[in-house]
């Protein structure tokens, strides 16, 4: 994979909305910009939608050939949120969590479970959901930006070191001003098993958002219902 830093870094922000989902307000070209500007591989994991991924890895392609396609999704199960990476056709919503990490397993990709001690969404995983799925869960969401307070951060990490679990880190941008400011600096990478790996060695970059951007994605969310209509 080429991409990375002279010292054979690559910066990667593993949650990254576009909008597709129906709360971002960012412009696929914008995310593919961060790649050519910045060097900061997304993780775009729209809500119920791999739309927004497959166009953005497909503006990716054209300016690095050799980037493996990482194609996201965070998926609504009827039990809370789990984003599928590495994966080839979209995943359904509403089925159980159990159900959706099926689906991830039966098509080679990987899961992570986004926010999961997130006091403010109500889309957050279940807690006696997740310690029931926790041995087939790959990846567990260490630091999210979007939190209102890092202590949720920090249960997610001691959560994932009790269970052997790496770590990722996501600005979870729905807004372009939340692009660019967090991410993991990690080996290059482009098998999942390598993707695994290499997070446990991974160091991070990150800046919690002020909890006011909640605010912002309603404005957003409000909009899009209005034009609709």
Known sequence: MNGSDEDG???FDMHIHTW???DS???PASVVRLWKKKRILPLVCDHNS???SEAVFGGISKISPDIPVIIAEEVSTSEGEIIGLFLNEEIPPSLSAAETLDRVQDQGA???VPHPFCSYRSSAIRRDILQEVIGRVDIIEGYNARVLSDDENRIARDFAAEHQKPLSVGSDAHTPLELGRCFLQISPFSQPEELIR???EASVRF???HPSIHYLT???KLAKSFRKE
Do not use: C, F, P, Q
Request: charged share 25%; glycine share 4%.
């Open 9 to 11: 870094v690559l910066k």
């Open 20 to 22: 597709y989902s129906h």
């Open 25 to 27: 307000a960012i412009d």
């Open 50 to 52: 791999i739309t927004g």
């Open 110 to 112: 990987l899961s992570l």
């Open 198 to 200: 290499e997070l446990r």
């Open 207 to 209: 800046r919690l958002m």
């Open 218 to 220: 309603k404005v957003v």
